[in-house]
């Protein structure tokens, strides 16, 4: 289901970390971060209610499809996104996702290197495994296990487009509601179970990194609960 497109006050009240650099916001899911090219909601023509004194609105550093939940990084000036820039093109930005997905590795911990390249010229954002594509590597590990479903902790240590939904799902245990690499339907729940978890920057040499974490958003609680999430430990970034 699409999300409407939020208000002053509801996109204000998603921001988790500000300061004269950077804005972190927990994206809803279910919208796009850009207008597509039929129109419709998208988070940018939110962002005018983000300003917060600056004269321009903050700019998108990186970013999320449009079904992932969770932390997203704005650049509040010009310089600043060109350093969050630098530092998402260099990795020096780490990023923690959780997911649910079917079945799930029997290790309690491992690494998926797959590279990967475009699926065809129609479909421009999708991935595909392809031994000539793009190194492409994630670490993952086993947070819980239930009714069939594992939730992972994936930690992408390349950035390339869709990698945790395709190293998934190359893996045998496609991420729940996926409707691109997994068996989520095309329309209707459930949706896809990815959530950007935490995210740290560091952007200030003199000061420590900083460290984001999104709460888990409510169509995750049920399938994460059957992993053995305890949701009153939400605020926990260790739970």
Known sequence: MDTPQPTPEQIQARVLHRDGLMLVIDKPAGIPVHRGPKGGANLEASFDALRFGLPRPPVLAHRLDRDTSGCLVLGRHRKATASLGLLFKHSKISKTYWAVVEDGPVEAE?????????????????QKPDPDGLPSQTTWKVMGRGN?????????ITGRTHQLRVHCAAMGWPIVGDNIYGNGPRFGEPSLHLHAREIVVPLSKNKPPVCVTAPVPDHLHERM???????????DPSA
């Open 110 to 126: 491992g690494e998926i290197n797959i590279p990967l390249g475009r699926l065809n010229e129609e479909r421009g954002w999708w």
């Open 148 to 156: 069939g479903l594992t939730w992972l902790a994936l930690e992408p």
């Open 225 to 235: 609960l059957a992993c053995g999430w305890n949701a009153n430990e939400a605020l």
